[in-house]
């Protein structure tokens, strides 16, 4: 089993930029397909961005394309979530995933069995 822990959220202004990391701890992220979803108050989790675990390609929501960034650092183990032109509506807590399956829908929450426990990034207007 993989462990994960998020790191980096915190209060940004509107139009800043804040870096999230994904630390992977029991087992390498190589093995798994890597997500970042997000939930804001009052609203369900929704995907963020993804990245397979063969092939590295991403997909992101289409609120974030262009703007965020995933990526992974096999090497150290991590996954982390460049965050660009931040807007009030990116508001919630980030939770990063880890899904095991070769292939699927991985904008869907079901697909992930491993969950860290979330940071806060919050965007002043």
């Known amino acids: 089993q993989v462990q994960l822990v998020e790191s980096g959220g915190g209060l940004v202004q509107a139009g800043g930029s804040l870096r999230l990391s994904c630390a992977a701890s029991?087992?390498?992220?190589?093995?798994?397909?890597m997500g970042w979803f997000r939930q804001a108050p009052g609203k369900e989790r929704e995907f963020v961005a993804s990245t397979r675990r063969i092939g590295g390609s991403t997909d992101y929501a289409d609120s974030v394309k262009g703007r965020f960034t995933i990526s992974r650092d096999n090497a150290k183990n991590t996954m982390n979530l460049q965050m660009n032109s931040l807007k009030p509506e990116d508001t919630a807590v980030y939770y990063c995933a880890a899904a095991d399956s070769y292939y699927g829908d991985y904008r869907r929450e079901s697909k992930y069995g491993y969950w860290g426990q979330g940071t806060q990034v919050t965007v002043s207007s």
């Open positions: 029991g087992r390498a992220i190589s093995s798994y397909a």
